[in-house]
């Protein structure tokens, strides 16, 4: 349980990354899930952060969880 929630977190937060970068310098545009939703608009920037900072919780809280 612990290596999938790690697993998913790490996938999170490359998806937020690459959206950022994305949205900067317009490279990584076939790996960005957010810019293919079309509902999101103009809000891809604040998706993406959100997507950093939740990628990045869910593998801090995977360390605590128990083997």
């Known amino acids: 349980m612990k290596k999938l929630c790690e697993s998913i977190g790490f996938i999170v937060f490359v998806q937020g990354v690459a959206g950022l970068l994305h949205e900067w ?20 920037m604040f998706v993406n952060i959100v997507l ?13 969880l128990k083997e």
């Open 25 to 44: 310098t317009g490279w990584f545009r076939l790996w960005t899930v957010v810019r293919r939703l079309e509902f999101l608009g103009g809000y891809a």
């Open 52 to 64: 950093v900072m939740a990628g990045a919780a869910v593998m801090v809280a995977a360390d605590r």
